[in-house]
């Protein structure tokens, strides 16, 4: 199946009568009749291929699937017209047994599975073919020859075809076609178009016929929802109060009260598709660009999102919120401001049912049954029956079909990603896509990692991708945490407690950026909390954190794994060894869900070693699933999701344990004890990023510098001896994400290692010029950059300025100001001294409080990325200084300048259209990336990112494009609109990218996609 849904035109034919044909001769003698025709008709559209070659169809008993794979519904709806009239002539030849046929015309996806082809649009297609109606309208009219019958999706395509009133499609006028809503069974319809007389039809319709639905029975769905609410309604926190002096075990907590609401990205795509065509009017697209949007505001306004996060970013926690408030309000459970929907979701319409479901669930069901079923949407309701309080009663899932019918349902559908099969991924989102198509009326979440939703492109979802926690969502929700940490573990404590304890808590996290980075993660900052509350501080380095946190939830169960006869020495090596295990596990490279016999043989040798001898193996096996029952009743680390199935609270605890087993492993000293065969060719795969990530301080931990030493000359040695330039780039990127944890650790590489590393890295400058980087793709090539930045990126020595042309002598920054630069002017006190600003600046300077430019300690993480986050005023600051500094004159630079660099052509590299190895736009990467990555895009004088990016301020207002002599600043107030250039940002559409861009904004504006380059006036020019 390809990766995408590719939709082609599907044509049943059925043989009225030829099942009631006895004699094989007879048989023989329609079928050759049929293939006669068929070939006729096809012949046109085939070429000198052979027909039968080239649309491969192949027989039903009754008929023939005809897919008409290339060519489009238009093709097929002549193909049937010319069938029809072919049969006209052919039957006058016989007409003791004139062929009579029933012809469907369907889009569908089509799956070859060894030598059969599967497809649900098959189904669709054989449900209107053979509809009572259908076959009536054959029976009424014995003159006729067929009847042909469409899918609505297929009539819909044929309509939107630019050919339907041309020559060359002869549409059939009479009989018209007319939109029926087929009856089919289960309470279920199918939409179609039939070619047939409107009295006729009515009178077909009007004929009683057998109801195919069961008789109606009053289905309670009152326990399934208490038993949803139970699931969905609460978070629990786990290892609070198993410190020295905690006494109490404050675990859940209503979801409610420590949910904090996510930011988005992405809830204009369908404004970034209209520029594609249409570039937006100067300034529109700041509306568009600097929108983020909580998840509940999308809701109202958006029936299918896919959502889209890191492990941990609240991807889950939000479907349950949404499935608890409707649960709440469909129990009719109270809420003080209105309804539960509202308040917390901002839904305004009626409650509908939450249907929440993990789809690494059902992928478990498709794997113990491979073969599609015909109408394999309804594997969705398949699992709900064996959810919680669910039920096989037949009447009690036709009443969900009816639901979901009605548009009744809402359907949430949780961890596309934890579907690491690639052909269950696959079938798992055609199951989806059946459910848009035939649930239409139901609104529909997906939650993913990212490597998850390639596949799901092409479904007309909404894609939204969650914002890491930013500070103010980080001061929400500790503010949320500390309310409820002493509301319910401490109650008698006064408030001024929780909010002393709030205070501490946010100094230990934001002071820290490497803790802080953390922090942006809800499912880590809950651990942080957790931490912090247990040992009063927090460790500096990110695998000592998951250290931290796994201590003190084996240690919150000592005393019951003692009793039960395990010890926490034990627990923890198992934990290891069944995380690895999964890590390795499945096609996909890992296994999120396993089954408690999997576990069992993950953690066999820890049994024999660790429990108690003498036992054979099938007990030792035995035993290895109580331990596993224990666990994921009291220490919660792994969790039941189904009958003897597991999975880890959550997959970065599965990704730290599997890098502590790895590093217990040993280096190879011993054989059979190593752990670089299992790592070696991992090392760039994304589902093994984060262990990979973790190995080198969980190394360090168990045997110092000499041990990270060795990982990191095993992964130089993967050059080869003669390596390419994207060999050593793919290299310097790994090396580069290994070495970056490792300053919390106060870790250095060897000296030998530093010199070839050093080697490696002046080589990979290549990648900053045309030819270099057409050898390695951008990923690889964003990778090596950050290396290179946390170790002092070499090209941002000096100004790096170039003259541009007829400017009388100005020249302008190759690159954007970035980080490391602007680091300078804020720790050599920028914000501090007057001398820099204007009047305007530092009034709002104090008003605001700056003291660095916004979510500052995520930018120093990124120290060659432009800076950004700062306004007109910071950065008009920021080149004052640099003058004083360089002794001469720098300023921003004034439009007439900036669009001299960009030059004459449509784009800044010319008229070529843009492209991702030219700018980064359109959230092809997501963020900024460090500066000059793209050279295939660069200006005609060799400035980098002047389309894509980052926009860039210029010096002049808005409304006046300000002259290139003027050496003064201009006097802006606060709410003056100063001008930004730049050709669009790593945000914005494509019509963005041209040199001839412009916006502007408030001087005040501090935006996420919005930087600045300076300009240098020539020595001849004397600043005022």
Request: proline share 6%; with cysteine; glycine share 8%.
């Amino acid at each position: 199946m390809p990766d995408t849904l590719v939709h082609i035109p599907i044509v049943l034919i059925d043989i009225e009568g030829y099942s009631r044909l006895r004699e094989a001769a007879e048989q023989r003698t329609v079928l050759a009749r049929l293939n006669r025709v068929l070939e006729e008709s096809l012949k046109p559209f085939s070429g000198y291929g052979d027909p039968h070659t080239l649309f491969g169809w192949h027989g039903t008993g009754d008929g023939y699937y005809i897919t008409m794979q290339g060519f489009s519904s238009s093709v097929a709806m002549r193909f049937a017209v010319d069938l029809e009239k072919k049969l006209t002539r052919e039957n006058a030849q016989y007409p003791d047994f004139p062929l009579r046929l029933r012809i469907g015309l369907c889009l569908g996806d089509v799956e070859r599975v060894g030598r059969q082809q599967l497809s649900r649009a098959y189904t669709e297609a054989n449900r209107l073919v053979d509809h009572s109606w259908t076959r009536a309208v054959l029976q009424r009219r014995p003159e006729g020859a067929t009847v042909l019958v469409t899918s609505a999706l297929f009539m819909d395509d044929w309509k939107e075809n630019g050919r339907v009133h041309g020559r060359t499609l002869a549409i059939p006028k009479l009989p018209p076609w007319q939109k029926v809503v087929f009856s089919i069974k289960h309470d279920e319809t199918v939409t179609g178009y039939l070619r047939v007389e409107a009295a006729l039809l009515d009178a077909i319709r009007a004929e009683p016929s057998p109801s195919l639905a069961p008789a109606a029975t009053t289905v309670d769905l009152i326990p399934w929802l208490e038993s949803l609410l139970d699931r969905t309604g609460s978070l629990e926190v786990r290892g609070i109060g198993s410190g020295a002096g905690r006494q109490q075990e404050a675990g859940k907590y209503p979801i409610e009260q420590l949910y904090t609401p996510l930011r988005s990205q992405g809830s204009l795509d369908a404004g970034a598709k209209r520029t594609k065509t249409a570039p937006p009017r100067d300034g529109e697209w700041m509306r568009e660009e600097k929108q983020m949007v909580s998840l509940a505001e999308l809701l109202p306004s958006h029936r299918q999102l896919l959502i889209e996060g890191q492990p941990g970013a609240g991807k889950t926690t939000f479907l349950k919120l949404v499935a608890a408030m409707l649960a709440k309000d469909l129990l009719g459970i109270p809420h003080p401001h209105g309804s539960w929907r509202q308040y917390h979701l901002g839904m305004q319409e009626a409650a509908r049912h939450p249907l929440f479901l993990r789809l690494s669930e059902l992928a478990r069901l498709l794997a113990a049954d491979p073969q599609p079923a015909a109408d394999d949407r309804r594997r969705l309701l398949d699992l709900l029956v064996v959810s919680p309080n669910g039920s096989a009663d037949p009447a009690w899932r036709s009443h969900w079909e009816g639901l979901l019918r009605r548009g009744e349902v809402i359907l949430l559908l949780d961890g596309l990603d934890e579907v690491a099969d690639e052909v269950l991924r696959r079938r798992v989102v055609s199951i989806v896509h059946d459910a848009v198509r035939n649930w239409s009326r139901c609104p529909l979440l997906v939650s993913s990692r990212p490597f998850g939703v390639g596949q799901m492109k092409g479904l007309n979802f909404q894609h939204v991708r969650i914002e890491p926690f930013g500070e103010e969502e980080i001061h929400t929700f500790i503010d949320r945490w500390s309310t409820a940490l002493y509301a319910f573990a401490e109650s008698d404590r006064p408030p001024q407690v929780a909010a002393n304890h709030q205070q501490i808590l946010l100094q230990a996290i934001l002071h820290r950026p490497a803790i802080r980075l953390l922090a942006t993660n809800p499912v880590m900052l809950t651990c942080l909390c957790v931490v912090h509350w247990n040992e009063g501080r927090l460790p500096e380095a990110r695998a000592r954190v998951y250290q931290a946190v796994m201590r003190w939830l084996i240690a919150a169960r000592s005393q019951e794994r003692t009793g039960a006869g395990y010890t926490d020495h034990f627990a923890m090596k198992a934990f290891a060894a069944l995380a690895l295990t999964m890590m390795q596990a499945g096609k996909g490279g890992t296994q999120a869900v396993f089954s408690t016999q999997e576990g069992s043989e993950a953690v066999h040798v820890l049994v024999q070693r660790h429990l108690p001898q003498g036992h054979d193996r099938a007990e030792q096996h035995r035993l290895g699933r109580v331990w596993l029952a224990f666990e994921c009743l009291y220490s919660g680390i792994v969790e039941e999701v189904g009958e003897q199935r597991l999975k880890f609270w959550h997959l970065t605890f599965q990704e730290y344990l599997a890098a502590l087993a790895l590093a217990w492993l040993g280096d190879g000293e011993r054989t059979g004890e190593d752990y670089w065969p299992l790592i070696r060719d991992r090392l760039e795969a994304p589902q093994w990023r984060e262990t990979v990530a973790l190995l080198p301080g969980t190394l360090f931990d168990e045997g110092g510098d000499l041990r990270v030493d060795r990982l990191l000359e095993r992964v130089l040695a993967l050059r080869g001896q003669d390596p390419t330039l994207a060999r050593d780039a793919a290299t310097a990127g790994i090396v580069g994400r290994l070495l970056e944890p490792m300053a919390a650790y106060q870790y250095q590489p060897s000296p030998a290692f530093n010199q070839r590393w050093q080697a490696v890295l002046t080589r990979v400058l290549e990648l900053f010029t045309q030819a270099g980087a057409q050898q390695v793709p951008i990923q690889t090539r964003i990778e090596v950059a950050k290396a290179l930045g946390r170790g002092g990126d070499p090209r941002l020595q000096g100004l790096n300025l170039i003259e541009v042309p007829d400017t009388g002598g100005w020249s302008l920054g190759k690159y954007l100001v970035t980080v490391a630069e602007y680091r300078a002017f804020v720790e050599q006190e920028g914000y501090r001294e007057q001398r820099w600003w204007c009047d305007a600046g530092w009034r709002l300077r104090a008003k605001k409080g700056w003291e660095s430019p916004g979510n500052w300690d995520d930018q120093c993480l990124h120290s060659n990325r432009p800076v950004v986050n700062v306004s007109w005023f910071e950065a008009m600051a920021y080149c004052r200084w640099l003058s004083a500094r360089e002794q001469r004159l720098i300023r921003l630079p004034v439009e007439k300048v900036w669009a001299k660099a960009a030059g004459q052509g449509k784009y800044p590299w010319g008229d070529a259209e843009p492209s991702p190895e030219r700018a980064n736009f359109d959230r092809n990467v997501g963020a900024p990336t460090p500066v000059g990555l793209y050279p295939a895009g660069d200006g005609l004088q060799g400035h980098c990112d002047l389309a894509g990016n980052v926009w860039e301020w210029q010096r002049n207002p808005y409304e006046s494009q300000e002259a290139i002599e003027t050496p003064t600043d201009p006097a802006v107030a606060a709410d003056d609109v100063p001008v930004w250039r730049g050709g669009g940002s790593w945000f914005g559409p494509a019509g963005n990218l041209r040199a001839a861009s412009r916006g502007g904004g408030s001087a005040e504006f501090r935006l996420g996609n919005l930087g600045f380059r300076v300009a240098a006036a020539p020595s001849s020019m004397i600043a005022s």
